[in-house]
């Protein structure tokens, strides 16, 4: 069967930080980009990061750049997700999705995990 389950999420206060972790089971995550998102209440859901399976190329949206910080161990098959200098407006339920490869196209997505960010 296949699963992704975050773990991670909770409350931290402003400026503190959080590491949210995402463990596949069911599939390989080698050969999957692996992505977080985000959705805040009233919001649609957001591309966060992103982490390729080819080279560990990384992108991020412009909001959380040199903040958060994506990577992959695909020997625990698990992503992570630093987070640094929360901010109020990061609270949202965190998403992992994994995207497989061209020749084999499937999205799965986790449960998600919600984190709060308030002093």
């Known amino acids: 069967q296949v699963q992704l389950v975050e773990s991670g999420g909770g409350l931290v206060q402003p400026g503190g930080s959080l590491r949210l972790s995402c463990v596949a089971s069911?599939?390989?995550?080698?050969?999957?980009?692996m992505s977080w998102y985000r959705q805040a209440p009233g919001k649609e859901r957001e591309l966060v990061a992103r982490?390729?399976?080819?080279?560990?190329?990384?992108n991020y949206a412009d909001s959380v750049k040199g903040r958060f910080t994506i990577s992959r161990d695909n020997a625990k098959n698990t992503v992570y997700l630093q987070m640094n200098n929360r901010k109020p407006e990061d609270t949202a339920v965190y998403y992992c999705?994994?995207?497989?490869?061209?020749?084999?196209?499937?999205?799965?997505w986790g449960q998600g995990t919600q984190v709060t960010v308030s002093s």
């Open positions: 999705k994994g995207s497989g490869p061209a020749y084999f196209p499937r999205t799965y």
């Open positions: 982490i390729t399976s080819v080279d560990s190329g990384t």
């Open positions: 069911g599939f390989a995550i080698s050969t999957y980009a």
